[in-house]
């Protein structure tokens, strides 16, 4: 009954799609928000309150990261990315800019941080300089990216048989590794990847997976979701959580080590 009701409450205080969120990796109850509205706002989870609203953002939040503890950034449909240090009193402490398009996604290894955007390009930028070290273009719409242990995947999700992009990425650098077509029948949406398996997702809601020596065919598809577009999952090796389209999310754990 506790997790209704904070969740009721949560959805009254917000006036717009909530379109990201992401958590402190260094705290168990705060949680940050952005959306349509315009607004960033940071929650207390164990408490189930609003503790802060970061509100210098004219234009929509599509994507929030936490490259370490107390430190947020968030890409906006304005084209820029702005970093904030959240220890009191919370301040804005710097904006990149070199986007062309609404900024889709953002990943980070800590200083280094990865932007996808609208305008068909990844770009990586050094967080010590607020510099931006690579621009490289795609041919659609990036929708999302992934990083862990040294590699990038992208999606190319504006168009039916967008492909998946991988990148090596050593002292501040991409180097394009290939591509493969993950084999889905509409637009991907995101994806999540670790040492062992991929895993895709797309506007035909299904999940599939498979493993680096990407083979033709995907090891396995999920379907869980009545056609529904899967907008987000997230894969930590042990469990995949898959948001959809019909509103439920879905949680999958694998019934061998191969997965």
Request: proline share 3%; charged share 15%.
């Amino acid at each position: 009954m506790m997790v209704f009701g904070w969740a009721k409450k949560l959805c009254m205080l917000l006036q717009g799609w909530v379109w990201s969120l992401a958590s402190d990796p260094t705290s168990t109850s705060l949680l940050c928000s952005g959306g349509w509205d315009n607004k960033v706002l940071l929650w207390d989870v164990a408490a189930g309150q609003r503790v802060e609203n970061i509100g210098t953002h004219k234009f929509a939040v599509l994507s929030l990261l936490f490259p370490e503890s107390h430190v947020l950034m968030t890409g906006c449909f304005d084209k820029q990315i702005r970093e904030f240090d959240l220890r009191t009193p919370i301040s804005h402490t710097s904006t990149l800019t070199g986007h062309k398009g609404p900024v889709l996604c953002l990943g980070s290894t800590g200083y280094y941080v990865f932007s996808a955007s609208d305008d068909k390009t990844v770009c990586v930028w050094d967080r010590r300089t607020q510099k931006r070290l690579q621009k490289v273009t795609h041919k659609s719409i990036v929708t999302w990216l992934h990083y862990d242990h040294g590699v990038l995947t992208v999606t190319e999700g504006g168009r039916p048989t967008g492909n998946v992009n991988i990148y090596s990425f050593t002292g501040g650098h991409l180097d394009f590794l290939q591509a493969f077509n993950p084999g889905h029948s509409k637009p991907l949406t995101c994806i999540s990847h670790n040492l062992v398996m991929i895993a895709t997702s797309s506007q035909d809601g299904l999940v599939n997976l498979r493993s680096w020596n990407l083979a033709d065919k995907p090891l396995l598809s999920l379907n869980n979701h009545k056609g529904n577009s899967i907008s987000r999952i997230h894969w930590n090796g042990s469990t995949l959580v898959a948001g959809g389209g019909d509103m439920t999310v879905s949680l999958w754990t694998p019934k061998s080590a191969s997965l």
